[in-house]
């Protein structure tokens, strides 16, 4: 595999290279948020609160969009009193109805799934609210329904929005009581979200930069994505995301403790200590120093990243977390951990995402990717 490292600390050949402008994108994280929120005010949200709280939440929404509803429902947290569903389907579960809210969104606007949820929500009378551009088929679906409709202010390549996406929701969330101090929680995440940004700017160099650095890392390896709360479980699916459609990448994505504690086999076959006894790296006493290295066959390795949140880690998640890094360790796997820093769980959670976001970027860009040429399945419609 072919990494050019040198281009990571050259911005002109980045800036070149970056053919969707995505690293501009990226660091457009923390305005998103701000705009998304005003955007949500404006659109009137807090309309949904006025027939009290509902039986449930369900957000519709596939592909880029969907992440967002598992935003919305790891902010909310477990302690919630009204479940927040994700529903990636046609239609509507046949419990749904005027008891309940749905909240319809939409990267592109003409989701098949998407709209097909919505116009069956407003059939039901159930409340409702849509996030999408203008002028695409679910905005006219929001205005035939009367719905609170958050335009999406720009056109971006879908899997850069996500704060776009997601922070209405939050707002929506905050009109029915689900979420305190909303306005608050959402500016601490934009200046969490900034700082990142600032921190992974192209022209800061590698040594400096944390996503250059681990972007070097992943690249090459066959990273495993482990979050140690729901809110980094979100951060993971969201690492093996951006990896696919930014850099054609594949990557694990799991939590501790399950599907973790099955997927840990994986370090013990083909691409961990298997990988290490074929001559991919060291493991133990697998590593002949005498050996010639120009025999040596590239060979994929596993790399475990631990995405750690000391905030709401189980102690039994912790002492989990500590033994796989041991465990990684005695295969001969690569480990890093990144932990989630910040006070609220948005914060916490953008805290991750921003650097993710830019190392799935550089990871593209070190490998020669196009992210625009990525081979897409159009028969399938609009995933957006």
């Excluded at 990684?328 to 991750?352: I, K």
Aim: hydrophobic residues 45%; negative net charge.
């Amino acid at each position: 595999m072919n990494v050019d490292e040198s281009l990571l600390d050259d911005s002109n050949r980045l800036t070149e290279a970056d053919t969707l402008n995505l690293l501009p994108h990226t660091a457009s994280a923390a305005r998103q948020a701000r705009e998304g929120w005003r955007l949500a005010q404006e659109a009137g949200v807090a309309s949904l609160g006025s027939d009290g709280r509902p039986r449930a939440i369900v957000v519709v929404g596939v592909g880029a969009s969907a992440l967002a509803a598992d935003v919305l429902e790891a902010v909310v947290g477990p302690a919630s009193p009204v479940p927040v569903i994700s529903h990636r389907r046609h239609g509507l579960p046949g419990w749904v109805g005027v008891a309940d809210v749905v909240l319809g969104v939409s990267a592109s606007g003409a989701s098949s799934e998407t709209c097909s949820a919505v116009e069956e929500a407003y059939r039901r009378g159930c409340r409702l609210a849509v996030v999408s551009p203008p002028d695409t088929p679910l905005a006219h679906l929001a205005g035939v329904s009367r719905a609170p409709f958050v335009a999406l202010p720009e056109t971006r390549p879908a899997h850069t929005g996500l704060w776009s996406l997601a922070v209405p929701l939050l707002a929506a969330a905050a009109a029915l009581g689900l979420v305190r101090d909303g306005g608050p929680a959402v500016e601490a995440a934009a200046v969490r979200l900034e700082e990142t940004a600032i921190r992974c700017r192209p022209s800061s160099e590698s040594f400096v930069n944390p996503a250059k650095t681990l972007a070097l890392e992943l690249a090459g390896a066959l990273p495993m994505w482990w979050g140690t709360s729901r809110l980094a479980e979100v951060a993971a699916a969201r690492a093996a995301t951006v990896l696919a459609a930014h850099a054609w990448y594949p990557a694990l994505a799991g939590a501790l403790p399950y599907p973790a504690y099955d997927q840990a086999a994986l370090l013990g076959g083909a691409f961990g200590a298997g990988a290490a006894a074929s001559g991919g790296g060291p493991a133990g006493d697998l590593d002949d120093f005498f050996r010639d290295r120009a025999d040596d066959v590239e060979t994929t390795r596993l790399r475990l990243v631990l995405l750690r949140d000391d905030t709401s880690e189980h102690p039994e998640v912790s002492g989990a977390a500590e033994r796989a890094v041991a465990v990684a360790g005695g295969y001969g796997v690569g480990v890093t951990e990144l932990r989630m820093t910040g006070t609220g769980p948005l914060e916490r959670l953008a805290s991750l995402i921003g650097l993710i976001d830019f190392a799935g970027v550089y990871v593209a860009l070190a490998l020669g990717v196009d992210p625009s040429s990525a081979p897409q399945l159009r028969q399938l419609g609009s995933a957006r």
